[in-house]
């Protein structure tokens, strides 16, 4: 199963006429509690192939609620419940058939904070390809270098893939972490707020990262930073109090934006 | 200078007075002192103990030489007639104990310390934690007769050739009392293993028990062994369970269905009034004693080594 993942990615055109795009991830009328508590309220919202949508907003708005539930890793919180659909290029996410590891190896997740495993570097990224049965040294070999090159990290790390992977700096760990979840070839990269815990160095090298990524993945970053999600992002979409204000073209959420509230936000007026 | 004073806060003025009469910060001398006194009582007291036990244990050698005490295969102190002191009986009783007390406790703590720290919810820790915890405090004498008088009488039900004093029996017991050694120490490690390492790893595809086997665990490893090592030398150093249901019979035979006697329980035996005060059979127990202290001393500082290194995991 895990090798129809990779040979899935072979098949798909590199390039791509820029409009119209076909749609990655679909989600309608997504309502999620914890608790009592409303967390996302009636969500629409239609996310496209190797594009970058950002979604910002301020602290406590729904935006980690909302990616997190795009690989259902909110099932981790107790007391969560959620209403609406959220198809994956067509299936519903929240589907019995679905299962939710299936989810996690088509769409994988860069976190707030770098969280490598306490293992050597590469270990680290041929995790995932042991764990879906991989077994083939070549192909794992193959598969770690270069995912590691695909996040700009593995000139730095080659000559010490056997160290500790605690070794690396922080901004290294992120890097690593993004390589992690590239090593299956997955469809979509979520990242939740992946340059929060960095430094502006590593920040900048991440962001040049994402700008690369996109030509081969769809990318759905949060972001509390306006000026990332407006340098990044080919999207953008405004969460606030668990509402989608206001989702367009980033040009267009940044410059003309047609809600009041979002011109307050990214204006800086609040949040 | 004298306007400025006046016109200070009444706080700053009282804070005047506390620090011009020199009786601030007396007490801050004394209090280091005091606990270093005490800190230097109890690393005394352990010299003094270790001390004894060497020179008693050299009053021992002067007796029965230390070769024979560690090549001699018997141990018959009582023999009126010849007397031979050899180890290894005493050492064989005590690992057969720790080895049927670790086959028992190692598989079931660990299972434990998994399914507290990984899969219980809080609902079924907050029950299970308190019940492990009373294990570890019932006197050990009550597991003793436990034992002797429940486990050995069922063992021998279904296997009638095993005699009344056993190793099998005293061992699973003490697995059972060192259980909550093992898990408690156990679910630390593993609970000291970030959440967002396990998240890591679920959000690859892997599934619960994919993470913990070979994300969690592996992070946990070398608190887990420590914890192990610990409850083992808990095992070598356990006393009342061996001397109620072990029996008395120094053997060196690895036969786990008749009586035997490990080094704590000969110990006892000795000090219970079957030799008198200057006899060989008294500073014997000196001997078997630093024997047995080096044994559980080495253990201690080998899962004190490992779980060091654990800790610079994070």
New interface residues.
């Given amino acids: 199963m895990a090798l129809a993942v990779v040979e899935r990615r072979v098949d798909n055109p590199v390039e791509q006429p820029s409009v119209e795009r076909p749609v990655v991830y679909n989600t309608s009328g997504c309502n999620l509690w914890y608790g009592d508590h409303h967390a996302l309220k009636n969500i629409n919202l239609e996310m496209r192939e190797k594009e970058v949508t950002a979604i910002i907003g301020p602290s406590g708005c729904g935006k980690s609620t909302y990616i997190k539930t795009l690989?259902r890793?909110i099932d981790?919180v107790p007391n969560v419940r959620t209403s609406g659909t959220i198809e994956y290029r067509g299936r519903d996410i929240f589907s019995k058939e679905f299962r939710v590891?299936?989810?996690?190896?088509r769409v994988?997740?860069v976190?707030q904070?770098p969280?490598?495993?306490?293992?050597s570097i590469f270990e680290n990224v041929a995790?995932?390809l042991?764990?879906?049965g991989i077994k083939n040294k070549k192909l794992v070999h193959e598969r770690v270098e270069k995912s590691l090159r695909q996040a700009a990290i593995w000139d730095e790390v080659k000559d010490r893939l056997h160290e500790n992977a605690?070794g690396l700096s922080g901004g290294q760990q992120q890097r690593l972490?993004i390589a992690?979840?590239l090593?299956?070839e997955p469809d979509v990269l979520l990242m939740d707020e992946p340059t929060s815990a960095l430094d502006p160095v590593s920040t900048l090298k991440v962001e040049e990262l994402v700008h690369e990524l996109k030509e081969k993945y769809s990318i759905i970053i949060v972001t509390h930073n306006m000026q990332q999600a407006a340098r990044i992002s080919d999207k953008t979409a405004f969460f606030l109090n668990g509402e989608v204000v206001e989702y367009d073209t980033t040009d267009k959420i940044f410059n003309r934006p047609s809600d009041s509230r979002t011109e307050d936000y990214i204006s800086g007026r609040f949040g | 200078m004298k306007t400025n004073e006046t016109e200070k806060s009444s706080i700053q003025s009282m804070l005047d007075k506390k620090y011009r009469d020199g009786r601030a910060g007396r007490g801050e001398k004394i209090i280091p002192v005091l606990l270093f006194l005490m800190a230097a009582v109890s690393v005394a007291t352990t010299i003094g103990i270790v001390l004894t036990l060497i020179i008693e244990t050299f009053s021992f050698f002067k007796q029965i030489p230390i070769t024979e005490f560690f090549t001699e295969t018997e141990w018959y102190p009582f023999s009126e007639t010849q007397a031979t002191y050899g180890i290894l009986p005493l050492i064989v009783g005590t690992l057969k104990i720790t080895l049927i007390a670790g086959v028992t406790a190692i598989p079931i703590g660990l299972a434990v310390a998994i399914y507290l720290s990984e899969y219980a919810s809080r609902r079924v820790t907050k029950v299970m934690k308190p019940v492990l915890e009373v294990l570890a405090g019932v006197p050990t004498i009550v597991y003793g007769f436990f034992a002797l008088t429940f486990v050995t009488p069922l063992i021998r039900s279904l296997f009638p050739s095993v005699e009344m004093f056993n190793a099998i029996s005293p061992g699973i017991v003490v697995g059972i009392m060192i259980i909550p050694t093992v898990v408690s120490l156990s679910v630390d490690a593993l609970s000291s293993?970030?959440t967002?390492?396990r998240?890591?790893?679920?959000?690859?595809?892997?599934?619960k028990w994919?993470t913990t086997w070979?994300?969690a665990i592996?992070?946990a490893l070398s608190g887990i062994i420590a914890s192990i090592v610990l409850a083992l030398s808990r095992a070598i150093g356990e006393t009342m369970i061996v001397s109620i249901a072990a029996g008395s019979t120094p053997t060196a035979s690895l036969e786990l269905t008749s009586s035997l006697q490990t080094m704590t329980s000969y110990i006892v035996q000795v000090t219970g009034g079957d030799a008198g005060y200057g006899t060989t059979i008294y500073y014997s127990i000196y001997a078997v004693g630093f024997t047995l202290f080096l044994f559980t001393l080495f253990m201690n500082m080998l899962a004190q080594r490992i779980s060091k290194r654990f800790r610079e995991?994070?």
Avoid: D, W
């Avoid at chain 1, 590891?101 to 190896?105: D, I, K, V």
């Avoid at chain 2, 998240?199 to 599934?207: E, F, H, K, N, Y």
């Fill in positions: 690989n890793m981790l590891e299936e989810l996690r190896t994988g997740m976190f904070k969280n490598p495993f306490p293992k995790f995932s042991r764990i879906h605690y972490c992690r979840s090593a299956l | 293993v970030p967002a390492v998240q890591g790893s679920l959000a690859l595809g892997a599934t994919e070979r994300v592996p992070a995991a994070y």
